[in-house]
């Protein structure tokens, strides 16, 4: 089994925030393959299916973005799903809005969902499919990435929640997590 974890804040007011990417891309997966979400008893809502002819159980947690791996760890250990069957979808400043990256591991870089999952996981090797939100101009970067995205970016980010589940896609089908990041990146 595959698990497609995907960061944000629950709540409607923080639907369609930069922050809530990660949410956004596998609203769109599970859109895509018809997969729904219901609420776990292991603090997420998840979608499971077969895709690719592949298990998957697609992740949305429901303890807030600095808090997910409270919402991960459980899910991994009660399915017995290993960390190199795991991507996490998640929003990123450092790329610029329409871009995507694949990495296999590395630090948090300031993004607290991540930090959470490295601390519950005990590890930073897991794979993580950043989107870009860009950096703020002249804001804090609260205020930023719990803000909406302005007209002018919606088309460019609405291309890279498709190239984003694209890569699942072929991550599903069997395709190494190198070839994808040569693919993709």
């Known amino acids: 089994m ?3 974890v995907g ?3 629950i709540g409607p007011q923080y639907d369609q925030t930069r922050h809530n990417t990660g949410f956004m891309v596998v609203d769109r997966f599970c859109r895509e393959h018809e997969l729904t979400f219901k609420r776990s008893k292991m603090e997420a809502m998840v979608a499971t299916g077969l895709v690719a002819d592949q298990k998957v159980l697609v992740v949305k947690p429901t303890t807030f973005m600095n808090d997910s791996g409270r919402a991960v760890k459980p899910l991994m250990d009660y399915y017995d799903i290993s960390i190199e069957d795991v991507i996490v979808a998640h929003d990123d400043m450092d790329l610029p ?3 995507i990256r694949l990495k296999q591991h590395g630090s948090a870089g300031g993004h ?7 601390s519950h996981l005990g590890t930073q090797q897991f794979n993580r499919l ?4 860009d950096h703020p101009q002249k804001m ?3 205020d930023y990435v719990l803000g909406k995205f302005k007209p002018d970016q919606l088309t460019l980010f609405d ?13 599903l089908t069997g395709v190494t997590f190198d070839k994808l990041m040569n693919r993709f990146n």
């Not at 950043?130 to 939100?133: A, D, L, P």
């Not at 291309?159 to 991550?171: K, M, R, T, Y």
Request: hydrophobic share 50%; charged share 20%.
């Open 2 to 4: 595959k698990m497609i």
């Open 7 to 9: 960061l944000g804040n």
């Open 97 to 99: 809005v329409g871009k």
């Open 112 to 118: 607290n969902g991540i930090k959470s999952l490295i």
């Open 130 to 133: 950043k989107v870009g939100i």
């Open 140 to 142: 804090r970067v609260v």
């Open 159 to 171: 291309d890279s929640l498709s190239e984003a589940v694209s890569a699942i896609d072929a991550w």
